[in-house]
């Protein structure tokens, strides 16, 4: 069977915008903002601190990405187990996200452990600037049952092409994207939209995010299984 080339920018992009859509990440920002609008009117404090923790999950995304991407280049051998591996465990993760689309709360879910999600509302009633770092760094580890999986199994596959400018370009944009909602939030309350109404919309549409999350993730796991066989490659042209 001839192997089917697939155009990555499109597969990193179109990734990129679902993993974005993120109940865990998006929840805690507008926590984070509703609370400091309630501590003090002060939208350039808000402003400042939302931005260093937007950039510090960006960063520490970006870090993380870049550690896998080295430790893949350095073992060859292990891509196509990882890819077997991460393929199933994506896959495993995509249906854990659909069956919360039918029945959120019910034997395992994909979601901030209750332990930490008290530690993070235990940091945003004492938000600091240093605090924002600190808790920026907290929820992009945390929040890792939400968000890893896309982020994984892309990562898994670009290692394989191998670190060049266009990767490292595809990985800073897949990052921007994942927290381009944080930032388009952040600036709707800025300029006057309440964030009761944004928490409200995230929760309404929280089912949805989680069922087109999970056909990603079974996207995606199949995807890099065919990957790891050679069965698909990916042009970075």
Not at 19 to 29: E, K, T
Not at 200 to 229: E, Y
């Amino acid at each position: 069977m001839a192997a089917v080339t697939l155009p990555t920018w499109p597969v990193v992009i179109t990734t990129a915008l679902v993993d974005s859509i993120n109940p865990c990440a998006i929840g805690v920002l507008v926590i984070m903002i509703a609370t400091l609008l309630k501590l003090s009117k002060d939208k350039k404090k808000m402003l400042a601190i939302g931005s260093i923790y937007i950039t510090t999950v960006f960063i520490t995304y970006l870090a993380a990405g870049f550690g896998l991407l080295t430790f893949i280049q350095k073992f060859p051998g292990i891509s196509i187990y990882l890819g077997w591996t991460v393929g199933v465990i994506v896959i495993l993760m995509g249906l854990i996200e659909i069956k919360d689309f039918f029945w959120h709360g019910k034997w395992i879910s994909l979601q901030i452990p209750a332990k930490h999600a008290k530690t993070i509302m235990n940091k945003i009633n004492n938000l600091t600037i240093g605090g924002s770092v600190f808790l920026g760094m907290f929820v992009a580890a945390v929040e890792l049952p939400c968000t890893g999986g896309p982020y994984l199994a892309i990562t898994t596959a670009l290692a394989k092409i191998g670190m060049s400018w266009n990767v490292f370009w595809m990985m800073v944009i897949y990052n921007f994207i994942f927290v381009l909602p944080l930032i388009v939030i952040m600036m709707m309350v800025y300029f006057g939209v309440n964030p009761d109404k944004i928490k409200n919309w995230k929760d309404d549409k929280k089912r949805w995010m989680r069922l087109f999350t999970g056909l990603l993730l079974i996207g995606l796991g199949v995807l890099l299984i065919l990957f790891a066989n050679g069965v698909i490659h990916l042009s970075v042209g």
